[in-house]
């Protein structure tokens, strides 16, 4: 490998970065007009240029799709440290939609706890670079830098409710742990590099491919292997490395649960999946078994601690886990089609998730926001469009036909059967029946039980149209799941298509 | 026509159903009444236009994909329209009808409170009836099929506060449900065999096929048989064929519009569209056609035997449709599909009619609607009463009115297919229409003829119906008149440009056998006319002259009498069989094998086992962050240890 410092830098090479480039400088600007406006001016305008700066990087990144720079610019960027194929684009089209949702969710409940600052937007900004730098990484390197920007935002952003005992709490925990598993990160990069002697993804597939040495070497491999799964199970909250997962979500403010629900989530699968399928592909029969395991617990765990939940936000969290064990079935498959699974379920599920949140926050009373499924029952009655919503998603959510998420569980379980692995799938069956309970449960007590809660509607917020246009979404995509399937068949090809993992087939 | 004009003419009443539906107060009765009406009659006009450009024009047949819903590996399914003669024909009929009963029943319903929903049904159940008709694939044919179902049940029940209607409604579902897995079966069937499940694709490969077994719960048979009998199952239960009947009589619960649009001219007519639809799959089915024609002849003698007896003016006509289909049906028995669809096209004219004015009579008569209270009022209903004479006349078959031309050229062509066959056929069919032209005399007559048997009240608000009600009449009588002279060039088969196939060797497969049809020997051919004059002469005498024939008769032939008085026990042989055995045993697989086996052992105690154990899972959720810290590195180690040792 050529040492950074030799090479003579070629501005043309930065081009398939240039959404990440643009946005970079965009969070700068951000802090910069917020710095330079005051009070609610300041967190107004900054959550208004958010969106727009992540908005206009979509635009730029359609267009370098269009104009097709990867190809233009073969040698990638900052040195194949970076790679914008298809299956990249389509993870930062979720990751800019779930971040714009996030955004466009937050402006109420913050104004309604008087922690509004423009702070947060610039942090959101950030956050998503930091995850659009991580599906696009092509090197040990880009992947942590990516990661951590990320994982730094996000730390902020669940302690941001300063005053408030349980979000700091949350914060103080998430850092603490986050740290930890950061730590095993790096430690399993570094080990691979000794091993290896490379740091970027085709490079290190290549030397794993063409086998190893001697004993010794295999067995730093499988370390390092292990930290690497641990670190990343950790980001998409695998069981037994979830438990953050519950305290967080329920003590963050919501609308930093919703972004941490979504956004984080699809990027670390999505990492996870890249590098499972490139520079480690050569273990593929030590890390199938692994988030075999995982995949079982997760989902387990996921579905039966969801039931006994009593905040909602807990068990959207449970639920949250419970869907990641499902969506490991589908990586587990390790076939294109387990892949395409898994890119189908992540879009399914950030519209449900960002469809159930945009209930929650358009239910409250005063400042108070909905907490407990209590607080929902009856809600069929008081307010019936976010019942009919909320129904609609949970139904969904259960994997009932013929609404979108049966489309997604039928994709990972019929890829983990064409791959062999029909055990695995009869248990995810199970398991999703076990989640069905409490999706369900959400519905009776909406229409069936008597309520004390007396959700105020008459002043019309982002999150009552969000929860309308997810449950349109969940609708219309039951119909178009084609087009769906279509686009992450050819993300999921383009994920395959690498020389490197030809050669060793 | 564009194919944005066909897809129109599909979704539009899908639009209009929704839009009436869903508008509630904001578009009001009126609003929804105007939309529905203005969706299919633009409907009917695209289909006029669809008619003169493939059936008039000879254009040829139009298929086109609306949009693919799944498609992977060798599944694919789309939705689109296919529309060739057969298609257009019926579109014909379908919207035509659907116009002038959404138009008539403006008027009927007029005292109805929830008029919008009524509307947004009828709708609903023309889309529903159009997306069958048009389905270029057998996925979308099951989808319509199972929506006019659906439809049907809802309109039936349209007075749900009826307890009577309400079971009516169940009844028409479940009966048709059960054959319905006839069509489910034949869907997978097919797709197992052909591995498609496009007309497109599946009718070139018959030929291929027609050779193979097919195994099927360990006995092998002939697949194309098993395919075609199938068939033949879903096909009997829409169209209310002998076994499948009981529903329709039953289904007259309804608001008279929903009966004459559903249960006369379209919806029970599908299961003969299947059988024509699939024609070359039949053609190579020879044992299962023969199976149509008796299923056929059987339905039309013994629902027009029922017909003789009933009281409900309804209901006769509802037995009459019955057995009108059983002519279609063997018709399609003896390969004469185009002779069905003829007859279909006539029928659904002209029984729309019947039943629109026995409507206008049942509106007349203050909702009365046992013959035998009414009679005498022919002066008070102008309109009505040559109308309905009009319908009657077309009924049974008298020249020059539309059913003489469809009904005798299927007995005819029963006639000139020879054998045995054939002439056990005639026989029935002729037997069927003696019967027709007795019960349809015995309707005017009793309805509009002798002395007033209603009350004085009753008699005293007697009135013609408004013009919103009679015009539509006058519509379908025009149809009811002229359909027979204009459309007895479809009797032959080339007419069809292969939307239909006979196999060679088939009667009307060639022009020979066509020409065979038309000259059978004289007294085979005249024959039923004067056979329906002789029994509408007797109708008249036992019904006008001497009214006390028809009592001591009955007497005098008691058993015979109840026998056909109570539907042949058709009912009540289900209700012993199927009703009671399916509830003793629903009963006791309830108390003994779910409650204490299944559940206490499946569900509850599963259930305590899940809670139980997510109790026990949840203390480990401690909220302390170095308990978390660690799991997560017995987690690492666990991992580590499994795979370095």
Same mark, same amino acid.
């Given at each position: ?112 706890? %008087?922690?509004?600052?423009?702070? +947060?937007? *610039? @942090?959101?900004? $950030? &956050?998503?670079?930091? #995850?659009?730098?991580?599906? !696009? ?30 979000? %700091?709490?949350?914060?103080?925990? +998430?850092? *603490? @742990?986050?740290? $930890? &598993?950061?730590?095993? #990160?790096?430690?399993?990069? !570094? ?38 799964? *641990? ?275 | ?645």
């Amino acid at each position: 490998m050529t040492p950074f410092n030799m090479m003579p830098f070629d501005w043309f090479a930065v081009a398939p970065a240039l959404p990440e480039v643009f946005l970079a400088c965009a969070a700068m600007g951000l802090l910069i007009v917020g710095v330079f406006s005051r009070g609610e001016v300041a967190s107004r305008s900054v959550g208004g240029l958010a969106l727009v700066s992540l908005v206009v990087t979509y635009v730029i990144m359609h267009a370098a799709k269009v104009a097709d720079f990867q190809q233009a610019f073969p040698k990638g960027a900052v040195g194949f440290m970076f790679v914008a194929d298809e299956f990249a684009f389509y993870a930062k089209g979720l990751i800019l939609a779930a971040g714009v949702f996030s955004i466009l969710l937050t402006p109420d409940f913050m104004n309604r706890n %008087s922690i509004n600052k423009f702070e +947060y937007y *610039v @942090l959101i900004t $950030l &956050a998503t670079l930091g #995850m659009m730098i991580m599906v !696009s990484a092509n090197d040990l390197l880009a992947m942590y830098v990516g990661m951590e920007l990320m994982s730094f935002c996000l730390y902020i952003l669940a302690a941001f409710w300063r005053d408030n005992l349980k979000s %700091s709490e949350a914060g103080l925990k +998430y850092f *603490v @742990l986050g740290s $930890l &598993a950061s730590g095993l #990160m790096l430690y399993g990069m !570094s080990l691979l590099y000794g091993m290896t002697g490379d740091t970027s993804f085709d490079g290190i597939g290549i030397l794993l491919g063409n086998g190893l040495p001697n004993i010794e070497h295999s067995v730093a491999i499988t370390v390092a292997l292990v930290l690497m799964i *641990v670190a990343m199970a950790f980001k998409v909250s695998a069981v037994p490395f979830h438990m953050w997962t519950p305290d967080v979500y329920e003590g963050a403010p919501t609308p930093v649960t919703v972004f941490m629900a979504t956004a984080p989530k699809a990027a670390a699968m999505l990492l996870m999946m890249r590098v499972l399928y490139q520079p480690l592909l050569a273990l593929e029969d030590q890390w199938m078994q692994m988030l075999t395991v995982l995949s079982l617990l997760t989902m387990g765990i996921g579905s039966l601690l969801a039931i006994v939940q009593t905040n909602i936000k807990r068990l959207l969290a449970y639920s949250s886990i419970g869907n990641v064990g499902f969506m490991l079935v589908g990586v587990v498959a390790g076939t294109e089609d387990g892949v395409q699974g898994v890119l189908v379920y992540l879009a399914i599920y950030l519209t449900m998730t960002i469809g159930l949140f945009a209930v929650l926050l358009s239910l409250r009373r005063k400042n108070v926001f909905v907490e407990t499924i209590d607080d929902l029952a009856g809600l069929a009655r008081t307010a019936p469009g976010a019942a009919f919503a909320m129904m609609l998603i949970t139904f969904s959510l259960a994997g009932v036909p013929p609404l979108v998420g049966f489309f997604g569980k039928f994709y990972v379980f019929s890829a983990a059967i064409a791959a062999g692995q029909t055990w695995l799938a009869i248990s995810g069956v199970l398991f999703s029946v076990i989640a069905a309970y409490y999706c369900l449960r959400i519905v009776k007590v909406m229409y069936f039980d008597e309520g004390k809660f007396r959700p105020e509607l008459n002043q019309p917020s982002n999150a009552q149209w969000i929860a309308v246009l997810a449950a349109a979404g969940v609708l219309v995509m039951s119909v178009f799941i084609d087009v769906l399937d279509h686009t992450a068949g050819r993300a999921a090809s383009s994920l395959f298509r690498l020389e490197h993992t030809v050669a060793r087939h | 026509m564009t194919t944005d004009m066909y897809f129109a003419l599909v979704l539009l009443p899908l639009a209009a159903s929704v839009v009436a539906g869903l508008g509630g107060k904001r578009i009001g009765d009126a609003g929804a009444m105007a939309i529905t009406i203005g969706g299919v009659v633009t409907s009917l006009l695209l289909s006029i236009w669809a008619f003169i450009d493939i059936a008039v024009l000879n254009g040829s047949s139009v298929e086109a994909e609306l949009y693919t819903w799944i498609s992977t590996g060798t599944l694919n399914l789309s939705f689109g329209v296919l529309i060739d003669k057969l298609t257009a024909v019926m579109l014909i009929v379908v919207t035509g009808v659907s116009a002038m009963v959404h138009i008539y029943s403006v008027g009927y319903m007029s005292h109805d409170p929830s008029r919008a929903r009524f509307f947004s049904y009828l709708s609903l159940f023309t889309f529903m009836m159009l997306a069958l008709i048009t389905a270029p694939n057998m996925v979308q044919m099951f989808l319509g099929w199972e929506g006019v179902g659906l439809a049907s049940y809802l309109l039936i029940g349209f007075w749900f506060k009826k307890e009577s209607a309400n079971l009516a409604s169940m009844k028409a579902f479940i009966v048709t449900r059960v054959a319905d897995v006839g069509l489910i079966l034949a869907v997978l069937t097919t797709f197992a065999v052909f591995g498609t499940l496009s007309f497109s694709g599946i009718f070139p490969s018959l030929d291929t096929v027609a050779a193979k077994d097919y195994v099927f719960f360990g006995h092998s048979f002939p697949v194309l048989e098993l395919i075609a009998l199938f068939l033949l199952i879903g096909a009997m239960g829409k169209s209310a064929q002998f076994g499948f009947h009981t529903w329709l009589p039953d289904a007259m619960e309804g608001p008279t519009p929903v009966s004459a649009l559903i249960h006369a001219a379209t919806m029970v007519t599908a299961g003969v569209f299947l059988l024509a639809r699939m024609s070359p799959l039949f053609e190579h089915a020879e044992a299962v056609l023969t199976l149509v024609a008796i299923v056929g002849a059987i339905t039309a003698m013994f629902a027009a035997s029922i017909g003789l007896v009933q009281r409900d003016i309804k209901r006769v006509i509802a037995y009459s449709t019955c057995s009108q289909l059983g002519y279609m049906f063997f018709a399609c028995g003896i390969s004469a599909y185009s002779a069905a669809i003829f007859h279909l096209m006539t029928h659904a004219f002209f029984k729309a009619l019947l039943f629109l004015a026995a409507g206008s009579v049942i509106h007349a008569m203050s909702d009365e609607q046992d013959m035998f209270k009414m009679g005498g009022i022919r002066k008070y209903l102008p309109y009505t009463y040559p109308l309905m004479w009009i319908g009657s006349l077309a009924l049974m078959g008298i020249p020059p009115f539309a059913g003489f031309f469809s009904k005798d050229f299927i007995l005819e062509a029963a006639y000139a297919t020879g054998g045995d066959m054939g002439l056990m056929l005639y026989i029935f069919g002729t037997a069927a229409a003696l019967m027709t032209a007795f019960y349809s005399c015995r309707v005017m007559f009793l309805t509009f003829h002798g002395k007033p048997r209603a009350s004085k009240e009753v008699m005293h608000h007697v009135h013609e119906s408004p013009w919103v009600m009679v015009g539509p009449m006058m519509f379908l009588c025009v149809g009811a008149v002229l359909a027979g002279w204009l459309g007895h060039g479809m009797t032959d088969t080339h007419w069809w440009n292969g939307a239909i196939y006979i196999a060679e060797g088939h009667l009307l497969g060639s022009h020979e056998g066509l020409e065979e049809v038309h000259h059978i020997p004289l007294l085979a051919k005249f024959a039923p006319l004067v056979l329906v004059l002789f029994s509408s002469w007797v109708a008249y005498w036992v019904y006008i002259k001497r009214s006390d024939i028809p009592a001591r008769f009955a007497k005098a032939v008691d058993p015979l009498y109840s026998w056909v008085m109570n539907k042949w026990y058709v009912d009540e042989l289900y209700d012993l069989l199927f009703v009671r055995t399916a509830r003793a045993l629903g009963l006791m697989l309830w108390r003994r094998g779910d409650e204490n086996t299944i559940n206490r052992f499946g569900p509850d105690g599963m259930a305590y086992v899940t809670t139980r154990g997510s109790e026990a899972l949840r203390r480990l959720q401690t909220g302390y962050i170095y308990h978390y810290a660690f799991i997560l590195i017995v987690g690492v180690m666990a991992l580590i240890t499994w795979f370095i040792l």
